[in-house]
Antibody
Framework: QVTLKESGPALLKPTQTLTLTCTFS??????????VSWIRQPPGKALEWLAR???????FYSTSLKTRLTISKDTPKNQVVLTMTNIDPVDTATYYC????????????WGQGILVTVSS | QTVVTQEPSFSVSPGGTVTLTCGLS?????????PSWYQQTPGQAPRTLIY???TRSSGVPDRFSGSILGNKAALTITGAQADDESDYYC??????????FGTGTKVTVL
């Protein structure tokens, strides 16, 4: 059974760095073809893809946020970590991690999401 | 910057049929973008409905179908039910590990 769960701070101040952890089970990032992405959704707005990390350590980022994001993995712990620097109130959103379908083109399993609020 | 456009809202009667579309701000959507579709109810994580244009995810009822209509990807709900009332998002795979979500469509069943 595949599950993913996000964890991290619920509240941060502007200019701080956000660190989110996705802990998953039912698959391994040591397996060829496995990929995990981060996606976010500001309140009342659309979903936005942020980043992806692959089993072979390849990393991909949203063009608009590339300079602020870093995605990494801890394979033995079954975790993927996303850091976002210099956060702003517009980064207030529910952040989801999702496993990428084996084809590489879509998402098949999603975490429940974590709401992160940025406010001074 | 690539913008993936969807209708803001649709209303459908119970038992009716509705087709949502997913287009590109510039250019046509083809199977090469591997369009996928997700359903999201308020306060819940998205649920995968369709991937690779027209393949239903496990457990998804066959009243949901995906296709390419003209220059857009499409999601058709045939025989809409009350619990289909949700937000629907498409995703296009742009290549190079990059994905773009659509603007989303709110479907009301009444």
């Amino acid at each position: 059974q595949v599950t993913l769960k996000e964890s991290g701070p619920a509240l941060l101040k502007p200019t701080q760095t956000l660190t989110l952890t996705c802990t998953f089970s039912g698959f391994s990032l040591s397996t060829s073809g496995v990929r995990v992405s981060w996606i976010r959704q500001p309140p009342g707005k659309a979903l936005e893809w942020l980043a992806r990390i692959d089993w072979d350590d390849d990393e991909f980022y949203s063009t608009s946020l590339k300079t602020r994001l870093t995605i990494s993995k801890d394979t033995p712990k079954n975790q993927v970590v996303l850091t976002m620097t210099n956060i702003d109130p517009v980064d207030t959103a529910t952040y989801y991690c999702a496993r990428v379908h084996s084809s590489g083109h879509s998402f098949d399993y999603w975490g429940q999401g974590i709401l992160v609020t940025v406010s001074s | 910057q690539t913008v993936v456009t969807q209708e803001p809202s649709f209303s459908v009667s119970p038992g009716g049929t509705v087709t949502l579309t997913c287009g590109l701000s510039s250019g046509s959507v083809s199977t090469g973008y591997y369009p996928s579709w997700y359903q999201q109810t308020p306060g819940q994580a998205p649920r995968t409905l369709i991937y690779s244009t027209n393949t239903r995810s496990s457990g998804v009822p066959d009243r949901f179908s995906g296709s390419i209509l003209g220059n857009k990807a499409a999601l058709t709900i045939t025989g809409a039910q009350a619990d289909d009332e949700s937000d629907y998002y498409c995703v296009l795979y742009m290549g190079g590990g990059i994905y773009v979500f659509g603007t989303g469509t709110k479907v009301t069943v009444l």
